[in-house]
């Protein structure tokens, strides 16, 4: 607390120096939303103060970033004065300090660790939100009906939406297979809602759109850190067998769409019946898990600016961590042997905080879907491919390169399937948004949810190849 009083104390004299005196805030005016940018290296975060009235002498604080889908998180404001502002988050463990201008504007720092960044709140009348125009809106000109189904083999309830157009007659349809990770139905990420922008275009334009909340997540029953890309493959199994007993579905023309690892699912489907009319694959994976990780990591940073040694030594400490998950079945010798690694030995002497950042790492990956992602190779699966596929990617994909596209046609020709179309996308990221780099950091920055003209060839295809 002191060393933190003291940072709160350098603030203001610092300010003070550069010629700007402080101002009372009037107690009347502190409640409400104070707004502001923070930049950092790669990315520019909204950080979002939502005070409200004190009560019995406690004020509530909590804090969004919008960026990084982080909300409500609990705050406390620990100096009380009428002309400066100190707030603390310890579940992300922040602080802002500063001094307030006028009734609307405080000056001061955000900090974590003693790395200090210029913050300048200002008081709005609402908090700001993520632009994304693309998200649908009512009324709407086809059915939506929130319906679940049982996965016989795991004994879960799945739990999701569908849309259907709202003429006379039956339709194709499509199950939508999101990426890895506990994603909604909609496979909201950063205020992007994906899967809900494609049913809303394939139901306006005749098609049919099953999309599901992951495994615990929603509506759906189970744990996603619990299953592995087989189990997930089960459950769309199941959904593809609810939308043959819907009466207004053509059963000739079920489709599947994967995104990401939905893509490397989409096979593990199609392998398992012959009724599967088609797939396609979002920036599926079409190489072994491990070597994408691999080439994920040093696209990523180099989109980030991280030096190449950097890379190279980051690749290898990854070898390291990848070596001991594919050899120890021990869980609990394999947590051991990773905080030796992630920590370089200095576990026992971290605090709390750095003890939980390590551990939150280790639980990401010792773990049975990752453990099955990292080893998995999908050529195999793609060989037993007989249905056609369509396999798309963005040049600027961070997290699986375009060169996937290659593995995939090839594991498919040898398997006898030449029913294949590939496209490659020159401005597209892994969300299939133009971008600059493709970095993570950019996703939450653009408002476009997904590339129109990604939408017009998946349609045009679908019709292409259901007509034939």
């Known amino acids: 607390m002191k060393n933190q009083y003291r940072l709160g104390l350098f603030v203001l004299i610092t300010l003070f120096l550069f010629g700007l005196k402080p101002a009372k805030a009037q107690p009347d005016t502190i409640s409400g939303y104070w707004v502001g940018k923070v930049d950092l290296p790669s990315i520019k975060l909204t950080v979002v103060f939502h005070i409200l009235p004190a009560v019995d002498g406690t004020q509530q604080i909590t804090l969004d970033i919008p960026e990084q889908e982080a909300t409500n998180l609990a705050c406390v404001r620990e100096i009380s004065s009428a002309d400066s502002l100190r707030i603390s988050t310890a579940e992300i463990n922040r602080t802002f300090a500063g001094i307030f201008l006028n009734d609307t504007a405080v000056k001061g720092e955000w900090t974590k660790n003693r790395v200090h960044i210029p913050l300048t709140l200002i008081k709005k009348s609402k908090a700001p939100g993520l632009y994304r125009p693309q998200t649908p809106k009512a009324p709407f000109p086809y059915y939506i009906e929130e319906v679940s189904y049982i996965n016989k083999q795991s004994g879960f309830k799945i739990a999701g939406t569908l849309t259907v157009p709202n003429t006379i007659g039956t339709y194709p349809a499509v199950i939508l297979i999101s990426g890895s990770g506990a994603q909604d139905r909609d496979e909201t990420i950063f205020g992007h809602k994906m899967f809900w922008v494609l049913a809303d275009y394939f139901a306006r334009n005749g098609i049919a759109v099953l999309r599901i909340d992951d495994r615990g997540v929603g509506g759906s029953e189970g744990s996603v850190s ?180 290659d593995s995939i046609k090839l594991a498919l020709l040898a398997g006898g399937n030449t029913n294949i179309t590939t496209k490659a996308f020159e401005n597209l990221n892994h969300l299939f948004q133009n971008c600059q780099t493709g970095s993570v950091a950019e996703y939450s920055q653009i408002e476009e949810t997904i590339d129109p003209e990604v939408l017009k060839l998946m349609k045009i295809w679908i019709e292409e190849t259901i007509n034939k």
């Open 226 to 405: 619990n299953a592995t890309s087989e189990d997930f493959a089960s459950d769309v199994l199941a959904g593809f067998t609810f939308l043959e007993d819907r009466s207004e579905i053509d059963k000739e023309k079920i489709g599947l769409i994967g995104h990401s690892e939905g893509g490397l699912i989409a096979p593990l489907v199609a392998a398992k019946t012959t009724d599967i009319a088609f797939f396609i694959m979002m920036a599926g994976p079409g190489m072994v898990g491990e070597q994408i990780l691999y080439e994920q990591n040093a696209l990523a940073l180099k989109a980030a600016g991280v030096p190449e040694i950097s890379i190279k030594q980051s690749r290898m400490v990854n070898q390291r961590i990848f070596e001991i998950i594919k050899t120890e079945s021990d869980s609990v010798k394999t947590q051991e042997q990773l905080r030796l690694i992630l920590s370089q030995g200095f576990y026992p002497g971290m605090n709390d905080e750095m003890k939980a950042a390590v551990d939150a790492k280790i639980a990401g990956v010792n773990n049975s879907w990752f453990r099955y992602f990292l080893t998995y190779d999908p050529r195999p699966t793609l060989r037993k491919v007989k249905c056609p596929v369509l396999a798309i990617n963005g040049v600027k994909d961070v997290q699986v390169p375009v060169a996937n596209l």
